[in-house]
């Protein structure tokens, strides 16, 4: 037999703890909604967690329907209202008092009647930049 390739029926596989448990469970679930009576669940249960292979635990839940399975995987992330973090409120701070400079120099700027206030709102405008740039390579994605 060593060294053969043997063909191996879907049935045939053999099955583990996991897959007991999981036909346990299903087993409940059909208890609870009033498909089984009492002593069918336990005669099932038991044959159930006596299973050896496939065909063993598929035979427990022919003649009931098909259970709706959750999706597995990673959790789906449930979308809510995003909270302000610390970089957040430090990037509106930030932004909002370049705003009032940048008011403040322009009004200053037409009163004296000059073109310098260009200068000093590019200037605090870079910081806003670099601080843009900053607070997305830090903070995690959202």
Known sequence: MRGEAVAVEKWDVRV????????????????????LTLDEFEERTTSALAARVQADLANLTADLPALR????????????????DNWDIAFRIHVGIWAVLSLFFV???????????????LGI?????????????????S
């Open 125 to 141: 405008g870079v910081t806003v930049g670099i601080h843009a740039a900053i607070r997305a390579a830090v903070r995690p994605p």
């Open 107 to 121: 009004l200053l700027g037409v009163v004296t009647w000059g073109a310098w206030p260009v200068y000093p709102i």
């Open 69 to 84: 399975r959750a999706p597995s995987g990673a959790p789906v992330r449930q979308l809510t209202p995003r909270q302000l």
């Open 16 to 35: 583990g703890d996991q897959e007991r448990e999981a036909c346990v469970e299903d087993l409940r679930t059909h208890f609870a909604v009033g498909r």
